[in-house]
């Protein structure tokens, strides 16, 4: 949360150094998500260094991986929007049948059934 | 927080509307937990009766099974504005406290449960719980009252480097049995799409692999099989809904549903195949029970039977070139996509972020591809009941390139608007597979489809026959040996007299321009890369 914004319009995967915690990091952005991958505490200086730093960084991010991700994102999207709806639903019919029930209780029945402990035909207590 | 706020920015119009739902909820979080609470004690007093009610969003998890640095785990979360947790879990110490770390510096620590265990153990823990607690509430095994809540996941993500296989039991265990969601992807394509490593192949599958052009489709349904019959066991059923060949890996969404019924279609919904592959490279298939429609007592309705297969429907030579076949499978013969699913996610496309799904020109191409995979299936004279969905097979599996056909003949190869437009004339449908550019699927059968070749061979492309050896593939695919006494018998001299044109506007299609339905090389030194350790 320390670090700084996202930029709204960057390309899907963009790396950038960040310091997290006092530590270095080099900050990958894919869609949403952005991954810290730690710099290794000893400066690559030759350029050896600098291809073994990236092929150790290659364990923690594979870029090819992207449509894999991206697909799957967009398949649980597709999968559980449906879902998500459907038990929206559910639990709002819930409680309208409960608050149907209450305002059913205190105004429309007579005061008559309405006696403390009474059982309904299900042998509920507060239940009509 | 802080950062949610811009992050938002870059997320569709309708996702922020939901974030927004949601983060509203979240504001009045406590009041509604309590409320929720309340209600589920059965309590009418307690939501108090001033107050308008909204209910809690409702739940739905996600299990990053092999999370690593848990950059599907962040990514769910901030882009599915319907998900309530994230489950990232990870073998490593260091993994997870990578996991911890990334999801602090996305502002989004509450939504990402970070867990350190072996992905089975944390799988089976769901279900050990859930058995230990239903046998202390009915020791009896009497059911009283609804189940207890479960603690199953909605989705489970497995993405492991190498094969899922032996995660898939676990897995079918901790998904919800209503519908829940399982996202495999298998790695390990020299196992599921070659021969160098069939037993192999069958200790994780439980099938054995094609050697040809169509092997990858092979290799889905073989993970499809060692899925559905670990499934089978605990009474799951599995549904396909999207299944995927990517640049070297499998990529497969299955819904998981207990339904006891429908695994008894499984064996009818399981094939074994015969294969041409050191000769013409067609095949053969046949299922391993037959589920058969048939009448019942009063003659007013139908049912299926699940009825003993044949012996072999298959001569152990190939009936178009006279090589030696092998026998590949058991593999999953049911269709491999659930086309609603895939025409959900492309109408979603258009209103996706471009900048944020960086991959949509490549995603829109392989689903409208695999889309149009579906080829109709031969009439029933039954009439539709209830259950033909669940004994529904794919009639026409697999498909093949006319650069095989033209090299098992040894002629030039067709071009692909000719080859269609040659089928099409004869009234067949074509169309393609998602896993290979340039490959053609039809419900032509291989009789038909050798005829067209000789045809091709005939009118267009002669061969030089003093090259082609006595006995080969070619030598018997092109009828060299025959002397006009040899009978034919009646069906193949049907198929002798249908008349070929290979006319290339009928081949041509129609579809939209640009789609990006196959990507060879989707960036430069691309692969697996190398495993995690540690």
């Not at chain 2, 439980?206 to 499934?231: C, D, M, W, Y």
């Not at chain 2, 006891?260 to 592959?277: E, H, N, Q, R, W």
């Not at chain 2, 080859?419 to 074509?430: C, I, M, P, S």
């Amino acid at each position: 949360m320390a670090s700084k914004k996202p930029k709204a319009a960057s390309a899907a995967i963009d790396k950038t150094r960040v310091v997290h915690d006092g530590q270095e990091y080099t900050e990958v952005k894919e869609g949403l998500g952005r991954i810290l991958i730690p710099v290794s505490a000893n400066a690559a200086t030759t350029e050896e260094d600098v291809q073994a730093e990236e092929d150790r960084q290659k364990v923690f991010y594979n870029p090819i991986q992207q449509f894999n991700r991206d697909l799957t994102v967009l398949a649980i999207k597709a999968y559980g929007e449906e879902i998500a709806a459907q038990r929206r639903k559910a639990a709002e019919n819930k409680l309208n049948k409960k608050k149907r029930k209450r305002a059913d209780n205190e105004e429309t029945r007579p005061p008559e059934t309405r006696k403390a402990g009474a059982r309904c035909s299900h042998g509920w207590v507060g239940c009509y | 927080m802080d950062t949610s706020e811009p992050q938002n920015d870059s997320v569709t119009a309708t996702d922020k509307a939901a974030a927004e739902e949601v983060n509203t909820a979240k504001e009045t979080g406590v009041d509604t937990t309590g409320e929720a609470a309340g209600a589920a004690n059965g309590d009418p007093k307690a939501g108090g009766k001033a107050r308008q009610r909204k209910p809690d969003p409702p739940k739905f998890t996600i299990l990053d099974a092999l999370s690593a640095t848990g950059l599907r785990a962040l990514r769910y979360v901030q882009e599915l504005p319907f998900v309530t947790s994230v489950t990232a879990n990870d073998l490593t110490a260091s993994a997870v406290e990578a996991i911890r770390r990334n999801a602090e510096h996305n502002g989004i620590a509450d939504k990402v449960n970070a867990t350190q265990s072996d992905a089975r153990a944390h799988m089976y823990s769901l279900i050990a719980q859930e058995v230990t607690q239903e046998h202390a509430r009915n020791p009896h095994l009497a059911r009283r009252g609804a189940p207890a809540p479960s603690k199953k996941y909605d989705v489970i993500d497995l993405d492991p480097y190498g094969t899922a296989a032996t995660f898939f039991d676990a897995a079918v265990h901790a998904v919800r049995d209503d519908g829940g969601l399982l996202c495999v992807t298998c790695t390990d394509s020299g196992v599921w799409a070659s021969h160098g490593y069939s037993e192999k192949a069958f200790a994780l599958y439980g099938g054995i692999p094609v050697k040809g052009f169509h092997s990858h489709e092979a290799g889905l349904r073989l993970i499809l099989n060692g899925l559905a019959q670990t499934a089978a066991k605990q009474g799951l059923a599995i549904e396909p809904l999207l299944s995927l060949s990517i640049d070297y890996y499998l990529r497969i969404f299955v819904r998981i549903k207990k339904s006891p019924a429908s695994v008894k279609f499984l064996a009818g919904k399981t094939m074994i195949v015969y294969s041409c592959d050191q000769g013409c490279g067609s095949w053969e298939t046949q299922m391993l029970l037959r589920n058969k429609k048939v009448s019942n007592n009063k003659g007013n309705n139908f049912f299926y039977k699940h009825g003993l297969s044949m012996g072999p429907t298959a001569d152990s030579h190939c009936a178009h070139c006279g090589s030696k076949t092998h026998l590949s499978g058991p593999m999953y013969g049911g269709p491999l996509h659930n086309r609603e699913f895939i025409q959900r996610i492309l109408d979603d496309l258009p209103n996706v972020d471009k900048t944020v799904y960086g991959t949509t020109a490549r995603i829109e191409g392989m689903l409208q591809t695999a889309f149009e995979e579906f080829l109709p299936p031969p009439p029933d004279p039954h009439g539709p009941i209830k259950d033909d969905e669940l004994a529904a097979i794919e009639p026409y599996p697999f498909y093949f390139h006319p650069t095989t056909l033209a090299g098992t003949v040894h002629s030039i190869c067709p071009d692909e608007e000719s080859f269609r437009g040659a089928l099409r004339g004869l009234g067949y449908e074509v169309t393609r597979s998602h896993c290979k550019p340039g490959s053609i699927k039809t419900n032509a059968p291989w009789a038909v489809i050798w005829h067209i070749m000789r045809e091709w061979v005939r009118q267009k492309a002669p061969v030089k026959v003093e090259n082609i050896k006595e006995g080969s593939a070619a030598y018997k695919i092109l009828r060299l040996g025959k002397d006009d006494s040899e009978k034919t018998d009646e069906a193949s001299a049907e198929i002798d007299k249908l008349e070929v044109v290979f006319d290339k506007a009928a081949g041509q299609d129609k579809t939209k321009k640009n789609l990006v339905r196959y990507q060879v090389n989707p960036k430069e030194n691309w692969g697996p890369l190398s495993r995690a350790r540690g």
